[in-house]
């Protein structure tokens, strides 16, 4: 992929003209466009305009162009010349997530955001979406059309597909934010740094998966319920647009922390009967099942703190493998109880039968596991998710 990034041109207002000297967050204000020759223009002068007059931080207006064949990159590249503080980026694929990544990647701004060009969504409630930020109380912030207080205006078909596929992320992907793709978000350039190297769409999904993976870090969420009216011009396909956002709710759904967990799990069980049956001969059964429950509960709780909980560094490492070996324990516990049993109920049990029982309590002990890492071992290096809303004035 090619990016050409043009340099920001001041035009023939006096640079800086309308900032609070006192207020030092710079924001970027990106707008992804594909073939917008005809309705470009006219949106990014009302949004200079705005932004001229009502916002009271350093900005700038970045247009982002992924792949027009029409003279949609002309018109960009003449407004960044005769507007102050806009600039263009141009790409030669297209995917407003692939738009998004490049324009956020190689800003140097305090506050990264983005807004449909049809600029469907009053303007006004950009302040509201940019406060918590700037303040340091949400690291992403959003733009609901679901949230209490917004007013909408839009067809039943775009209503209903809008709520259905909402309520499936509440249901798959256990999402608490009420709206996932309404094109007008903000975050801040240090959380931004921290998810956009995880993101992996390039398109429409690009902005479901950005808050999923901000909610499963713990970072706040917050919400401003807007006034929107539907664009007619829309050039969304809404069917595929759908088929696409499904097959990353299910990638997202799979990548699940439980889902890592049970798949560690049972990479972890096998090691571990394997272990047991190599050990059991020179040790005995008791001293098998120690010794290959400790080798594998090492590397389990290693690869659950990257993996599952996805915990970098080395803070925490030594307290967290100390925890480790109390869960150990009550695994070990578990274990031998159960072989206690076995032997008490067949004189002289198989090794498969040992095999057998050793996995069945096992797999209790990774159950316990569980909760024990999500609640205790690693609590103190996740943060609590929270999420707060606002009404625009």
Partial sequence: MTT?????RPGPSTPGAGAVPALEARIDVVVPVYNEQAGLEGSIRRLHAFLSDELPYDWRIV???????????AVARALAFQLERTTVVHLDRKGRGRALR?????????????MDVDLSTDLRALLPLLSAL???????????????????IRGAKREFISRAYNRILRLALRARFSDAQCGFKAIRADAARELLPEIEDEGW????????????????????????????????????????????????GFAAPVVRFLAIGVVSTLAYALLYLALRG???????????LALTAVANTQANRRLTFRIRGRAGL????????AVYLIALALTAG?????????????RLQEVAVLVVASTVATMTRYVALRTWVFRRARRAPAMVRATTP
Avoid: K
């Fill in 338 to 350: 159960a072989l206690e049993v076995l032997t008490a109920a067949v004189r002289h049990p198989s």
């Fill in 134 to 152: 700037v303040a340091g109380h949400s690291e992403v912030a959003i733009g609901s059309r679901l949230a209490p207080g917004a007013r909408v």
């Fill in 282 to 292: 020179p040790l005995g059964a008791d001293g098998a099942n120690a010794l290959a």
């Fill in 318 to 325: 030594l307290r967290q493998h100390a925890a480790g070996v």
């Fill in 102 to 114: 490049a324009a956020w990647s190689v800003s140097d701004a305090d506050v990264l955001c983005y």
């Fill in 4 to 8: 050409t990034i043009d340099p920001l």
């Fill in 205 to 252: 999904f690009f902005d479901t998966e950005l808050l999923v993976l901000a909610q499963r870090r713990g970072m706040r969420i917050h919400e401003v319920a807007v006034d929107w009216v539907d664009d007619p011009d829309s050039r969304v396909d809404i069917l595929a647009t759908a088929l696409t956002d499904l097959r990353g709710v299910a990638r997202l």
């Fill in 63 to 73: 247009i982002a162009d992924n792949a027009s064949t029409d003279e949609t990159l």
